[in-house]
């Protein structure tokens, strides 16, 4: 079962307009949460960034999309599909309504709501190799911090980690700096100082990216600092890890003859799922 616009559908009856924005022009955002027992964790933080997305993006953002309503949603959606006490996650995207060709002719939206299992708890897997996409760059803008449903820069480093048997690939801007992976915000650690690229640098205002960073501030044995990261200090860290909301804190083992400890991404993975789950 899926939600559109309100109604629920079966998932292969749940057609969309051939003619929708988010098809069309790539005109929507999305969030992808993760959900359990019934509850969207830092379903808070998802909903500003939802909102302040749409807002960003100029779209008319309906009334009844309170957090109350959608809140309500997703856990009607968990208990049609059986999730509800289970590890899910749930993807919300929003497109503008159809019409228009690059100016849209209406401003309101279309939304849909889905879920699907995750079979466990945050499990730092390990054994990630990657190396840096450079076909294409990152252009750092408050639109490339949106979680939108134009995503052609991670597709094409997606097919070409693929086509390469990397398990991720690095993101760099127009100045060559490092922004994000593919999947999630990255962070490096060199002795007792962890940093992560700032969003000015154009990645993703992450949620889990956010979470972690709270949490490091907290801890008395590491350093935190936002800026810039060089591809040279990816060489030079003793560690590299990716965040991201479904899987929380995955290692970077491996980038070109470099190898990487897995220590401070089990530490947060460990602290997560005492947060969250226990």
């Known amino acids: 079962m899926v939600i559109v616009n309100q109604e629920f559908l079966e998932e292969q009856a749940a057609l ?34 939802l909102m302040s997305s749409m807002r960003i993006l100029r779209m008319d953002i309906p009334d009844f999309f309170t957090p109350e309503f959608l809140e309500e949603s997703i856990l009607e959606l968990l208990t049609k599909e059986g999730l509800e006490k289970n590890h899910s996650r749930v993807r919300i995207t929003i497109w503008r309504k159809s019409g228009g060709f690059y100016t849209p002719q209406n401003i309101g939206v279309n939304y849909s709501i889905s879920c699907s299992p995750l079979e466990h708890e945050f499990i730092n897997e390990g054994k ?113 890890f990716v965040t991201n909301m479904v899987k929380g804190v995955q290692s970077i083992t491996k980038y070109r003859k470099k190898d990487y400890s897995l220590d401070t991404a089990n530490e947060l993975t460990e602290l997560l799922n005492d947060t969250f789950f226990h």
């Open 16 to 49: 969309i307009p051939f003619n929708n924005r988010g098809t069309f022009y790539g005109d929507g955002v999305f969030e992808t949460l993760r959900c359990y027992n019934g509850v969207a964790l830092l379903f808070e933080d998802h909903y500003f960034r």
């Open 128 to 240: 990630k190799e990657v190396d840096l996409f450079k076909d294409h760059l990152v252009y750092a803008s408050m639109l490339s911090n949106l979680k939108s449903t134009n995503k052609a820069i991670n597709i094409l480093a997606g097919i070409f980690a693929k086509e390469n048997s990397y398990d991720d690939l690095l993101l760099l801007n127009q100045n060559k700096m490092i922004v994000e992976a593919i999947s999630g915000n990255v962070f490096l650690r060199k002795g007792d100082v962890i940093k992560t690229p700032p969003v000015s640098d154009g990645c993703l205002t992450g949620i889990m990216r956010a979470q972690i960073i709270k949490q490091l501030k907290k801890m008395l044995n590491y350093q935190f600092v936002e800026e810039t990261v060089t591809p040279f200090e990816l060489q030079r860290a003793d560690e590299i």
